[in-house]
């Protein structure tokens, strides 16, 4: 694990956040910066830099089953949520520890900026 990962800090719980859910290998937690009424960002809790560095399919399951968990959790599963992985500096990422955005409590649009 990368010692100056946010990402990895909070998943060690050396960092505190305000955390919603958690799984085996998945953590979820409020994003610090929320862009919609519910804005929960959910990582594997093993360290990959982005969707690109992951190594099969099982890291992007463990992350989207705890993605609809959330979901269903917070109420938002019936009128709808996004879920975004925003991947290298086209894709708009800023962490490098692989995250999923789950985005709901509003209407929103396409397409994205
Ligand atoms: P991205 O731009 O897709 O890499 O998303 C990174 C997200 O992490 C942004 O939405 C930030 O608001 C969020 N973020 C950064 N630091 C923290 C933190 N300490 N706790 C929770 N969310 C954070
Ligand atoms: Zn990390």
């Known amino acids: 694990m990368p ?3 946010l990402f990895c800090r909070i998943a060690n719980k050396q960092l505190p ?4 859910a958690e799984s085996d290998h ?3 937690f409020h994003d610090i910066a929320p862009q919609a009424p519910v804005h929960v960002l959910v990582i594997p809790k093993a360290h990959y830099a982005s969707l690109a560095e992951t190594p099969d399919g099982a890291v ?3 992350v989207s089953e705890l993605a609809k968990r959330v979901a269903r959790e917070l109420g938002v599963e019936e009128a709808g949520y ?6 290298g500096d086209d894709g708009g990422q800023t962490v490098h520890h ?3 955005h ?3 409590g509003r209407r ?3 397409p994205p900026g």
């Not at 996004?82 to 991947?87: E, F, I, L, P």
């Open 3 to 5: 010692e100056n990962c």
């Open 17 to 20: 956040a305000k955390l919603v």
């Open 26 to 28: 998945a953590l979820a």
């Open 60 to 62: 992007m399951a463990a």
């Open 82 to 87: 996004r879920v975004v992985v925003n991947t």
């Open 98 to 100: 692989l995250h999923a």
């Open 102 to 104: 789950v985005l709901a």
């Open 108 to 110: 929103m649009t396409w």
